[in-house]
């Protein structure tokens, strides 16, 4: 894991347990559910159905089981599957991003090779 990495993973860490902290067993966990189907959405826009869609559908599980779970007042289960679900949408931006940019690493790499060879003919 990169420095830059890192430092995302832990201050989304820091942001679950502040939000968890907040949620007490009586409360539906209302900014955390939002927090979640926000990030599940910026994951899919990132991408992540097509380059991370084991970490988007996980993400999308969890999200389902902790609305049924709200539903059902099992707020401490909610809680802890939307954290889950947080941490699998986080996963898919990454994996995303990360397919992203080696496919358009891939693409330099081609053109640069295209170049050399028109260079090579000259």
Known sequence: MNMHRGKQFFAISAIVM???ACVSAGD???QLLS????DVKVAK??????HA?????SAESKLQ????????KEYKAAVLLLEKSLANSALAVAQ??????EAAAKEVDA???TLNQVLREE
């Open 18 to 20: 502040g939000l968890t």
């Open 65 to 72: 089981e902790a609305e049924s779970a709200i539903n059902q």
């Open 96 to 101: 995303a991003q990360a397919a992203k940019s």
């Open 45 to 50: 826009e990132a991408g992540a159905a097509e």
């Open 111 to 113: 053109s640069i090779n």
């Open 53 to 57: 869609p084991l970490a988007l559908r």
């Open 28 to 30: 539906p966990p209302e």
């Open 35 to 38: 927090e979640a189907k926000l």
